[in-house]
């Protein structure tokens, strides 16, 4: 079989590899997958970096996410048998309730290999299985960015029909975060620094959109369109943290994910306490959060947002329109 290796040091394309390797067996627990495609996040980019959730003398099998099909079962595994269609949870051990110690930082980073391989092997209660609505290329974006989304929305003070949400930008956290937010009803709002990506959110369901470059107090802007909204989902950083605050409502809640800007200069204490708002730091989610937003994508025909699919042979074209500034939805690796 055939994987990608991203070399132990490397810190660009160069250093990602295509090898052959041999077939894994599961052993006992476990299964093995035929990776029928995988997507690719931010994350991945930051891996790929290395100053991200590497080890510095292990080679390492990249890529947090993807889905396949159950092709061989170790002993003892009762839960899953050959040909179900199946895509791995981020994280071990996570079920439900609030983030375990030692979660690690998902496969694809420190001493889990990913999913960039024509086959894996995992343990038998790290995967889930695909809604029932979706394809595989569909089903491989879940597991980190759909999730994530589904937890800024529902982990804590969930949204509702009469909500109002903020996501900030394009990415694949905000698209999915703006779809599950339609699908139950609530309204959306969205910012980016493009006005051609503004219009491209607003066909995808928000209801207005502000240039943040064009209008830097972006924040005050929306709390004066809105009356304050009751979610953001902040996939930048803490450099915008005092814009969300600004826009959120009171008592609403600042979902903080990004791992992009961090130099924002002023605290925003005043803004934190005056409005009792939360901001809750979110870091994808527990396999229960899967769960639910797998139905609720069966149920509301929600279609992930893909930008464009490459072959496994151009992983590294597929990594180079990732980082796109012009990057509108997810990245998606076929390998059948």
């Known amino acids: 079989m055939r994987r ?4 132990a040091g490397a810190t660009n394309l160069d250093g990602l590899v295509l090898e052959d390797a041999p077939m ?29 959730a590497r080890l510095p ?19 003892r595994v009762e839960t899953w048998v050959l040909g179900d269609r199946v895509t791995n949870l981020f994280f071990q051990g996570w079920y ?3 983030p375990k110690a030692n979660l690690g930082f998902g496969l694809g980073g420190l001493d889990e290999d990913g999913m960039l391989s024509e086959y894996v092997v995992l343990p038998a209660d790290r995967i889930t299985r695909t809604p029932v609505s979706l394809d595989y290329a569909e089903t491989a974006t879940l597991p980190c960015a ?39 009803g609530a309204q959306v709002f969205a910012t980016s620094s493009q006005d051609a990506k503004l219009k491209r959110l607003m066909d995808f369901g928000a ?87 797998a139905q609720a994508i069966d149920t509301h025909k929600v279609r992930p947002p893909i930008d464009s699919r490459f072959r496994f042979e151009d992983v590294k074209d597929a990594y180079r329109a990732q ?12 390998l059948s």
């Open 4 to 7: 990608w290796i991203l070399k």
């Open 24 to 52: 894994p067996e599961p052993g006992e627990g476990e299964v093995r997958i035929r990776v029928h495609a995988v997507s690719l996040n931010y994350r991945d980019q930051l891996v790929l970096g290395g100053g991200f």
């Open 57 to 75: 003398d292990r080679d390492l099998v990249p890529v947090s996410d993807g889905a396949g099909e159950i092709d061989a079962v170790g002993s």
């Open 96 to 98: 439900d309730g609030p």
């Open 146 to 184: 759909a999730v994530t989304a589904w937890n800024a929305l529902y982990g804590d003070h969930p949204i509702g029909p009469d909500s109002k949400v903020l996501v900030l930008g394009s990415g694949g956290v905000s698209l999915f975060a703006m779809l599950f937010a339609r699908a139950a």
């Open 207 to 293: 209801s207005d959109g502000i240039n943040y470059r064009d209008i830097p107090d972006w924040g005050k802007a929306v709390f004066e369109r809105t009356g304050g909204v009751n979610k953001v989902i902040n996939t930048v950083g803490t450099a915008t943290l005092n814009q969300s605050l600004e826009a959120v409502t009171y008592g609403g809640e600042v979902a903080l994910i990004g791992l992009m800007a961090f130099d924002d200069s002023s605290s925003g204490f005043g803004l934190l306490m005056g409005k009792s708002a939360t901001v809750r730091g979110v870091a994808v989610g527990s396999s229960q959060m899967y769960e639910a937003l």
């Open 323 to 334: 980082s796109s500034p012009e990057l509108f939805g997810k990245i998606v690796i076929e």
